[in-house]
């Protein structure tokens, strides 16, 4: 894994993170958007465990 992919999933995770975290804040309900989120995600997570 290069520190390129390394930096992008961290920064996509953290932007996941934030954006729960805005949810939380506001009470708002699981929405379908961070639902998506999640999954992206996790098919990215998924994507480097296989690939790697």
Request: proline share 2%.
């Amino acid at each position: 894994m290069t520190d390129t992919v390394g930096y992008g999933i961290a920064a996509l995770a953290l932007l996941v993170a934030i954006f729960a975290g805005w949810h939380t804040y506001r009470r708002l309900e699981f929405s379908n958007p961070l639902f998506y989120a999640v999954g992206v995600l996790q098919i990215v997570l998924i994507v480097l465990l296989v690939g790697s």
